[in-house]
């Protein structure tokens, strides 16, 4: 059974700081790879997915990095701002099925 | 992106009750919707596969007769707790992927909190 794994917990930086964020997954015959962002109680908005014969995506300050082989994926903050605070999750998807998600990140950008 | 839209956002309700909460796909068609929960401070986890036309897939641990998914139609799927007691008190979120292809991406709704009282 998947399991998805995201390091830190928790991360508090100031703004303007480089971040990374990282995710590991253990059963590496995934179909695709997709990273979140989750505000306060809200929903979820894809930030990026990364399709299992990708090694990244980028999409404005983020860029995301896939290494099946070792069951790893990076999100990658550039130049953080306030607006970045969320939780960023990571999930894994296996075939048809739907995802299996990370406990998240919870990241504070400070002013 | 694909819009999916989900309602009510927030119910509350009384013990012994049922609730249904709705998951729409408003600009595409989608054959397989995903129904989530999270608890507080947790991941979200899987509840089940719903899919048009048939019966839908629960994952272990998960009570199909207290958890009712109906996918009528190729933009709609159902959810409802029934005899909901305060520990069905969680945040649902579905997730719909456009068309019958098993390599979109997933787009998901705003969630529904749901309190029993």
């Known amino acids: 059974k998947q399991e998805v794994t995201q390091i830190p917990a928790a991360l508090s930086v100031p703004e303007g700081e480089n971040l990374v964020l990282n995710c590991s997954f253990t059963?590496?015959?995934?179909?695709?790879l997709q990273w979140f962002r989750q505000d306060p109680g809200k929903g979820l908005t894809s930030l990026l997915l990364?399709?299992?014969?990708?090694r990244e995506q980028t999409s404005g300050r983020l860029n995301a990095s896939l290494d099946k082989s070792s069951g790893r994926s990076t999100l990658y903050i550039a130049a953080s701002q306030p607006g970045d605070s969320a939780t960023y999750l990571c999930?894994?998807?296996?075939?048809?099925?739907?995802?299996?998600f990370g406990k998240g990140t919870h990241l504070i950008i400070q002013p | 992106g694909a819009v999916v839209s989900q309602h009510p956002s927030r119910v509350i309700c009384k013990s012994g009750t049922s609730v249904k909460i709705e998951c729409r796909s408003l600009?595409?068609?989608?054959?397989?919707m995903f129904w989530y929960r999270q608890f507080p401070k947790q991941s979200l986890m899987l509840m089940a596969t719903?899919?048009?036309?048939?019966?839908?897939?629960?994952e272990q641990g998960v009570e199909k007769d207290k958890f009712l998914i109906n996918h009528a139609s190729l933009t709609l799927s159902t959810l409802t707790v029934t005899s909901a007691h305060p520990e069905d008190s969680s945040f649902y979120i579905c997730?719909?992927?456009?068309?019958?292809?098993?390599?979109?991406?997933?787009?998901f709704g705003e969630g529904s909190r749901l309190t029993v009282l």
């Open positions: 719903s899919n048009e036309g048939s019966k839908a897939t629960y």
């Open positions: 600009d595409f068609q989608a054959t397989t």
């Open positions: 999930a894994a998807r296996g075939g048809a099925d739907g995802l299996t």
């Open positions: 997730s719909a992927r456009p068309g019958t292809g098993g390599d979109g991406e997933l787009f």
């Open positions: 990364i399709q299992s014969s990708q």
């Open positions: 059963d590496s015959a995934i179909y695709n």
